[in-house]
């Protein structure tokens, strides 16, 4: 497993909760459309420096911001061999998860129980979602 600082919802984020982020969420509220921005800045060096990603919602009062600076796995530097791996080419990919029977790997309550999911709900999945408006900048 690798291990970064500042992973997202709930895995290593503690101060991100489903008032905030969820249906009916105080900062984006899942259930109407909201935008995503997924930012790969270079230092220096012109290695990736970060993964930073970035919600926001119309008519909403706060954004939700994440940043993954640090990234390695088995004694290996991460962010280098993603560096590298950005260089040669991907393709973006998304997928919906929420039909999924147990997600508490990533939403879970995790190791010090701080998470914010228990246990998993399913049923409360929207059937399907939309993805719009993708754009891509160099």
Not at 5 to 26: E, H
Not at 52 to 65: A, H
Not at 93 to 111: K, N, P
Request: overall charge negative.
């Amino acid at each position: 497993d690798g291990v970064g600082s500042g992973v997202g919802y709930g895995n290593a984020r503690r101060d991100l909760l489903s008032v905030d982020f969820g249906p009916g969420g105080a900062c984006v509220d899942t259930a109407h459309p909201f935008v995503v921005t997924a930012s790969f800045p270079r230092g220096s060096d012109g290695l990736l420096s970060a993964v930073e990603v970035s919600m926001t919602q119309d008519g909403k009062p706060c954004t939700i911001d994440t940043s993954i600076g640090e990234y390695s796995y088995g004694g290996r530097n991460g962010m280098r061999e993603i560096s590298s791996a950005l260089l040669e080419g991907m393709t973006p990919v998304i997928s919906y998860w929420g039909l999924d029977e147990d997600l508490t790997w990533m939403d879970g309550a995790g190791f010090d129980g701080k998470g914010p999911c228990v246990e998993e709900a399913p049923e409360v999945c929207a059937q399907s979602v939309q993805f719009s408006n993708f754009s891509l900048r160099a």
